[in-house]
C-alpha cells in the first residue's frame, strides 16, 4: 500500500522528462500516476464481488454436474456428462416440469390483475395510495411468513373454510392441500397473491410515463376508457410487458419457496427446484442436483432467446 | 434460498437417532495414548492437564440461549483451568455443518453429521480409541466404528417406540398395551368410537421428519441385531413379513382406515405436543428423545406429565417385546484441531461427569448407569433392547450406498408421505405397487452398487 502512495508521489514530483516517452506534462498535472488506475480500482470492487458471487460459484456448479460428488467427499470422481444423460432420461426428473405449468397459468392471472390494478388506478380514483398500498403490500412480506400464512388459510376448518360457510360456499370446502387435483392450484393461488404486486408497480411506473396530454387529447376525440387503454397504455407499456412474461417463465419453472415451506414437495406439488434440492441433500447427489441446475439454466435462456425472437425489443413510439 | 430446507432437514437430525454405519480410520496411531488414558471416567488427572481454547459446535441452539451449557462451561473449567471452552450453537446443524466440513474451520469438537458415509470419518475426524477397548465403557458406539476405530460417542441413548396419552387410552376401555399390528389398529379404532373428536394417530406428515422415526423401528419385527447389515443383502427388504413390510403396512392401514388426522398437509410438529398432551391426539411414533417433551407439554397445559406413556412397536416375537436402541448425535474432534487433548477431555467430560443424558431424560451412552425415569413403561413391559452389531469389515457404507443409489431415503420422508399419499387415496397407487417399486429399486441399487 505505503509502495504505491510513494509512487504517485513521486509521479507528481517528478514531472515531464524523468519518464521518457509519457505523454505531455499537463496530463501529469491532472492527477499523475492514478489517473488511469483509479476507475480500475473503483470497478474492481463490483467485479470481484460478482465473480467470487456469482461466477465462481457457477463455474464450480459445472464442475461439479461432471462428478459424482456426495457434497462432503475429499475426492471429486470425474463422471463426463452421465449425470446429464440422467437428467434427460429419466422420466421422473423431468415429470415435475409439468407442475410448473400450473405457476404459468398463475402468472397469466396474475399479470392481467396485475394491468388491470394498474390501469384502474393510473386514472384518478379515490384512495388511490391506499389501494396501490394494499396491492403492493403482500410482495414486502417474508415468504416463509405468507407460506405459513396461507398453511392456516388452507387447513381444514381455516380460514378459507370460514369464508365459504359465511358465504354460503360451504358445499365448495374441501382439503386445499390435501387434495391433490387441487393443492396445485392452491399454491399457485398463493404465489399470485404474493407477486401480483410486483407486477403491478412494474406496470404501474410503466402507465406513468406515458405523458398526460396523449389522455388528454384522446378523450377530446372522444376516446372512452377501453380505447385509451387498448391504444395508449398497451403499447406504451409494451416492453415492460414482454419483460414480465420472460419473468413469469422463468419463474414459474423456477418455483421454489412458496411450495417447499407449504409442503415440502409432498402430495404432488414437487417442483423441478425442489426435486434438485432434494437431490443434494436427501440423496447426497451434488453432482445430478448440479446437472439439473444447469439445465434448468440452459432451459431458462433458451425461453427468453425464443421470446425475444417472438416478441422483439421495439422502441416504443407513442407519437 | 436452502435456508427453509435446512430448517426442517436440522429437526430431522436432531431427533433422528443416526444409524448410519461405520467407517474406517487409518489415521491417528499417534492419539492412542491419550486416548486410551482418557477413557476411563474420571482418570483424567493421569493425563497432562490439556490446555486451549476449545469450539464446539451444537445443535442444540436452546441449551445454548437458556444457559444450560453456560453451567457445562463453569463446571467442566473449573476442573480443567487452561482450557476455555465456547459455544456455537447452530440452528441448521445439519446443513450448516456438513458444508462448513468442506473446509478445516468446523470446531474442535463437533456432533458427526448424518449424512457422512462410515469411510469418510478419517478424513474429517479424529480416531478416539479401538473399539473393543472404548465399548467396555461406552454403547451405541457402532455407528461411529469403522475398521476398529471409535470416531464418535453419542451424548445420549434413544429407544424408540409409541408416545401415547394414557388417559384417552383407558377412557377407551383399552387396558393393555397391544401386542400385534390388528390389536393396535382395533385399539386407535375404540378410541375413534369413543371420540370422533380425537385424532387416534398423529402422522405429522407436513413437517416430514417425525415419519422417519418409523424407520427406526426396523430390526424390532424380527428382533435381529443383524438386521441392518442384512439389509445390504437383501434384494427385497419390502415382501411380506420384513420388518419393513410389517412397520409401513400399520402406517398404511392407519391411514387407509381413516385412523389418522384428517388432512396430513397441514399438520404441524410445534402443535401436535399440545394436542396429545391435552388428548385431542391419541398417539404418536416417535424416539424415546421425545418423551420428556410431551411430558413438559402436558404439564405446561395442566395435565400430569404421568398421562403420558410409552409403549413399543406392537409387535412381540416370543413373547416379547423389541425396541431398537441407538446413541443419538455423536461427539467428535475435528481432525484439524489444534487442541485435541483438550477437545478429547471435554467429550470425556461430556459424558461421564455433566450428566447430559439423566437431565435430557434419555440412556446414558456409559454402559454401567441405570435406565431413565421416562422409559419406566418399558421397564414395567420387560422390553428387550436390540441393539445393531456393526456391519462387517468392508461393509460399513453399504447400506448407505444402495439407498443413495435407489434414492428411497429409509431415513428421508419422502416414500413415507408416499406411502400415506395412497393409503388415503391421494394417489392412484396401491401399498403392494409401492412396496414392489421399493423392491425393484433397491435390487437394482444394489446391483449397481455391487458392480461399482
Keep these: 500500500m505505503a509502495g504505491i502512495f510513494e509512487t504517485t508521489r513521486s509521479g507528481l514530483s517528478r514531472p515531464g522528462p524523468a ?11 491532472r492527477g499523475g500516476w492514478g489517473w488511469r488506475g483509479t476507475p480500475y480500482v473503483f470497478l474492481a470492487a463490483p467485479l470481484v464481488l460478482l465473480f467470487l458471487f456469482t461466477y465462481y460459484p457457477v463455474l464450480n456448479m459445472f464442475w461439479y454436474s461432471l462428478t459424482s460428488w456426495d457434497g462432503l467427499d475429499k475426492t471429486k470422481e470425474f463422471v463426463g456428462l452421465d449425470n446429464y444423460v440422467s437428467v434427460f432420461t429419466r422420466p421422473d426428473i423431468f415429470k415435475v416440469f409439468f407442475v410448473s405449468l400450473f405457476y404459468l397459468g398463475g402468472s397469466v392471472v396474475q399479470m392481467a390483475l396485475a394491468l388491470y390494478f394498474a390501469t384502474v388506478l393510473s386514472f384518478s380514483t379515490r384512495f388511490k395510495s391506499f389501494f396501490k398500498g394494499i396491492i403492493f403490500f403482500p410482495y414486502m412480506i417474508n415468504g416463509v411468513a405468507i407460506a405459513l400464512i396461507f398453511v392456516y388459510f388452507f387447513q381444514p376448518g381455516g380460514t378459507l373454510d370460514s369464508l365459504l360457510e359465511q358465504f354460503g360456499g360451504g358445499g365448495l370446502i374441501q382439503q386445499w392441500l390435501g387434495n391433490p387435483d387441487v393443492i396445485n392450484v392452491s399454491l399457485a393461488g398463493t404465489s399470485v397473491w404474493r407477486y401480483m404486486g ?6 404501474l411506473g410503466a402507465i406513468q410515463s406515458i405523458p398526460g396530454q396523449l389522455y388528454e387529447a384522446a378523450e377530446i376525440d372522444g376516446a372512452n376508457r377501453w380505447q385509451q387503454f387498448r391504444f395508449i397504455i398497451a403499447p406504451g407499456i409494451k416492453p415492460i410487458i414482454g419483460l414480465s412474461f420472460i419473468l413469469a417463465i422463468s419463474g414459474s419453472l423456477a418455483v421454489f419457496e412458496i411450495p417447499f415451506i407449504m409442503t415440502g414437495g409432498a402430495n404432488g406439488s414437487e417442483t423441478f427446484v425442489i426435486k434438485t434440492v432434494k437431490m443434494a441433500f436427501t440423496h447426497n447427489k451434488v453432482g445430478l442436483a448440479s446437472a439439473m441446475a444447469v439445465v434448468l439454466l440452459g432451459i431458462v435462456l433458451i425461453m427468453t432467446w425464443i421470446q425475444r425472437k417472438v416478441v422483439p425489443d421495439e422502441k416504443v413510439n407513442l407519437t | 434460498m436452502f435456508r427453509p430446507a435446512r430448517r426442517t432437514r436440522l429437526l430431522t437430525v436432531a431427533a433422528v437417532a443416526s444409524l448410519i454405519s461405520l467407517t474406517t480410520a487409518c489415521a491417528g496411531g499417534g492419539d492412542a495414548t491419550p486416548a486410551d488414558t482418557a477413557s476411563s471416567p474420571g482418570g483424567s488427572a493421569a493425563a497432562a492437564a ?5 469450539t464446539v459446535l451444537t445443535w442444540r441452539t436452546d441449551l445454548v440461549t437458556d444457559g444450560t451449557f453456560d453451567k457445562y462451561k463453569a463446571a467442566f473449567e473449573a476442573k480443567y483451568p487452561e482450557v476455555k471452552v465456547s459455544f456455537e450453537g447452530i440452528t441448521d446443524y445439519e446443513g450448516e455443518v456438513k458444508t462448513r466440513m468442506n473446509t478445516t474451520d468446523y470446531g474442535d469438537v463437533l456432533a458427526i453429521v448424518n449424512t457422512i458415509t462410515p469411510a469418510q470419518m478419517p478424513d474429517f475426524f479424529e480416531p478416539l480409541g479401538d473399539a473393543t477397548e472404548m465399548q467396555k465403557t461406552y454403547r451405541f458406539l457402532t455407528p461411529k466404528i469403522f475398521e476398529g476405530k471409535v470416531y464418535g460417542i453419542p451424548v445420549v441413548g434413544n429407544t424408540q417406540g409409541i408416545v401415547y396419552n394414557k388417559k384417552v387410552w383407558a377412557a377407551a376401555g383399552i387396558t393393555a398395551v397391544p401386542t400385534t399390528s390388528e390389536e393396535f389398529l382395533k385399539d386407535l379404532k375404540a378410541i375413534k368410537d369413543k371420540d370422533s373428536s380425537v385424532v387416534p394417530l398423529y402422522t405429522n406428515y407436513k413437517d416430514g421428519w417425525p415419519l422417519t422415526q418409523w424407520e427406526s423401528h426396523r430390526g424390532e419385527i424380527s428382533a435381529d441385531p443383524e438386521f441392518a447389515s442384512k439389509l445390504g443383502q437383501d434384494d427385497a ?11 409401513d403396512s400399520l402406517l398404511y392401514d392407519a391411514v387407509n382406515q381413516k385412523l389418522t388426522e384428517a388432512d396430513p398437509t397441514t399438520t404441524n410438529w410445534e402443535e401436535s405436543k399440545n394436542l396429545i398432551a391435552t388428548g385431542k391426539v391419541s398417539a404418536m411414533t416417535l424416539g424415546s428423545w421425545a418423551i420428556a417433551q410431551m411430558q413438559k407439554a402436558a404439564t405446561d397445559a395442566g395435565n400430569p406429565a404421568t398421562d403420558i406413556g410409552y409403549m413399543p412397536f406392537p ?7 423389541y425396541a431398537t436402541v441407538g446413541g443419538d448425535y455423536a461427539q467428535a474432534i475435528n481432525v484439524n ?27 446414558s451412552p456409559l454402559i454401567d448407569s441405570k435406565a431413565p425415569s421416562t ?10 433392547y436390540v441393539l445393531q452389531t456393526p456391519a462387517p469389515a468392508g461393509k ?10 435407489a434414492e428411497i431415503g429409509l431415513f428421508a420422508p419422502e416414500y413415507r408421505q408416499r406411502l400415506v399419499d395412497s393409503a388415503r387415496g391421494a394417489s392412484s397407487e396401491t401399498k403392494q405397487q409401492i412396496f414392489d417399486d421399493l423392491n425393484a429399486k433397491w435390487a437394482a441399487a444394489r446391483a449397481t452398487v455391487a458392480a461399482g
Excluded: C, M, Y
Design chain 1, 19 to 29: 519518464v521518457p516517452g509519457s505523454p505531455a506534462p499537463e496530463k501529469k498535472k
Design chain 1, 198 to 203: 410486483l407486477n403491478f408497480v412494474l406496470f
Design chain 2, 50 to 54: 490439556p490446555s486451549g481454547d476449545i
Design chain 2, 237 to 247: 427388504p419390502w415382501a411380506a413379513g420384513t420388518d419393513h413390510f410389517v412397520i
Design chain 2, 315 to 321: 409387535h412381540q416375537t416370543d413373547g416379547k417385546f
Design chain 2, 337 to 363: 484441531s489444534k487442541h485435541k487433548e483438550a477437545a478429547r477431555a471435554w467429550i470425556d467430560w461430556f459424558n461421564t461427569e455433566s450428566g447430559f443424558a439423566d437431565a435430557q431424560g434419555g440412556l
Design chain 2, 375 to 384: 422409559l419406566a413403561d418399558f421397564e414395567t413391559l420387560g422390553v428387550q
Design chain 2, 396 to 405: 460399513e457404507s453399504l447400506v448407505n450406498d444402495i439407498d443413495k443409489q
